[in-house]
């Protein structure tokens, strides 16, 4: 969820900062806009991660360690546990449960739940392997998985979909889930690789723990031909041997987890290729469609100076979009990576313009995003996207606007849309820089924006009262 980390005296200093108004800067320049009260709607949640309504009342919220709370309604003060999976869900440092989504017609056509979390073991294992710890110096090899959940004549029935996003470091896991308009489910994956270093797989202990070729599990990993680490974010290019998830967009079927027949990789022999839709990022933590559109907008964590906003305008387009991690960053060649001589990097910047998909907006770590902001840098992590409806109760300036969230920054802004509809990065207003830990966005009753405060324990709502 943060950029590298997010240890348990983070969340004490957090929390600590938000009870006393100084996340994000001077609070004399995190004044809301006029109209504009931020209200806790929820709160006392233990690092909380997603939001989902329901549309007979009630709300789903998740919980890192792996549990699901239900509220009957917005005033409900004494949640339900839906579902404890924390004997499965890997709750270390960044990893744990981050996606859940309700799928069309829930709960009367469709009563099942999803979600997205590290598993606690790696695929193909037995959870819980490490218990929610690594004594290993964050080397432990686990994996992810996307479930989806029901009751069941009193008892919870998860049915596993994926378990693949094999994972060696504390950071990068899984991230998340979402209803395309055609009912197909999409689901992004962080590269699990090193969150602060250049990792081609020589990293881990053993080394290459993910056995990424060339070498077996254990083996020397070493340019020009290594291809583990982040470079798993470009598997899809080296159909030698079988590709993984990591640091890719998936589109499947929601009931098997399988590749729809209209996926524009449907065609190949290797199952995880068919599923693919766009790969090359990596820590798409969260994503949004945008409204009567088919189009994905990605949040893509950064690693040293950029973090961006990926547009994707058809999932079912080919060629298949490469976002070009870790070869680039930003807008441009990722200098690290560049100069560590790798294979995988040298023929994608020999090859022709457009094969790699620049961001549609992205921010340096060094600059604020709005002059004056007053949110905290140099640093950042984009960690939550919503898209305002064209009509609603929030003055005109922010019909059809990206709403983005930095939980580095404890910070929120608006993107405000071109008359085209198109999100207009000139045009960036900032809504609040005393967000906390914010790690999720969604336009929920009342056509407001709601947020998931991991740091404070609190679910809370961007109310416009005129």
Not at 37 to 59: E, H
Not at 232 to 243: C, F, N
Not at 377 to 390: N, Q
Not at 448 to 453: L, P, S
Request: one cysteine or more; a neutral charge.
């Amino acid at each position: 969820m943060s950029r590298t980390r997010l240890r348990a005296t983070a969340y004490v200093l957090a929390a600590f900062l938000v009870a006393t108004g100084t996340v994000g800067g001077d609070p004399a320049r995190a004044a809301l806009p006029p109209g504009f009260t931020d209200v806790v709607v929820f709160s006392g949640l233990t690092q909380p991660t997603k939001v989902a309504f329901s549309p007979d009342g009630r709300v789903f919220v998740a919980e890192k360690s792996g549990i699901i709370k239900v509220f009957d309604s917005l005033t409900d003060s004494t949640p339900i546990v839906f579902a404890d999976l924390r004997r499965q869900v890997y709750d270390y440092s960044d990893l744990g449960m981050v996606g859940l989504a309700l799928p069309p017609g829930f709960p009367t056509r469709n009563p099942w739940v999803y979600v997205s979390y590290t598993y606690d073991a790696p695929i193909g294992g037995t959870a819980p392997r490490y218990h929610d710890t690594c004594p290993a110096a964050n080397r432990c090899l686990a994996s992810a998985r996307v479930s989806r959940l029901v009751i069941s004549n009193g008892q919870l029935v998860e049915r596993v979909l994926l378990n693949d996003w094999c994972q060696q470091s504390n950071t990068h896991s899984i991230g998340d889930i979402v209803f395309a308009r055609d009912g197909t489910l999409l689901v992004a994956g962080g590269d699990g690789a090193s969150g602060n270093a250049v990792d081609y797989g020589q990293l881990g202990n053993p080394t290459n723990p993910c056995g990424d070729p060339p070498a077996p599990v254990g083996g020397v990993m070493t340019p020009p031909t290594a291809e583990g680490g982040a470079l798993r974010a470009q598997d899809v290019r080296t159909p030698a041997d079988p590709t993984g998830l990591s640091g890719t967009l998936i589109r499947v079927h929601p009931t098997t987890g399988r590749a729809p027949g209209d996926n524009p990789l449907a065609s190949s022999r290797d199952p995880n290729t068919r599923r693919i839709v766009a790969y090359g990022l990596r820590n798409p933590f969260r994503f949004v469609l945008r409204p009567g559109t088919g189009e994905v907008w990605l949040g893509d964590v950064g690693f040293r100076t950029w973090e961006e906003i990926d547009r994707l305008p058809n999932p079912l387009a080919s060629p298949v979009r490469n976002y070009g991690w870790p070869c680039y960053e930003g807008a441009g060649q990722q200098p690290n990576y560049r100069a560590a001589g790798l294979d995988l990097c040298r023929t994608l910047y020999a090859a022709p313009p457009g094969t790699v998909t620049a961001p549609y907006y992205a921010y340096q770590h060094s600059q604020a995003v709005v002059p004056g902001d007053g949110c905290h840098v140099p640093d950042g992590a984009i960690t939550a996207l919503a898209f305002y409806p064209a009509a609603g109760g929030y003055p005109t300036r922010y019909r059809r606007a990206l709403f983005f969230a930095d939980y580095e920054r404890g910070c929120i802004w608006a993107m405000r849309a071109r008359a085209n509809g198109l999100p207009n990065p000139a045009a960036i207003d900032l809504i609040t820089a005393n967000a906390g830990g914010p790690v999720d966005l969604v336009v929920g009753p009342g056509n407001e924006v709601y947020y998931v405060d991991l740091t404070g324990g609190t679910v809370r709502r961007l109310h416009f009262g005129g």
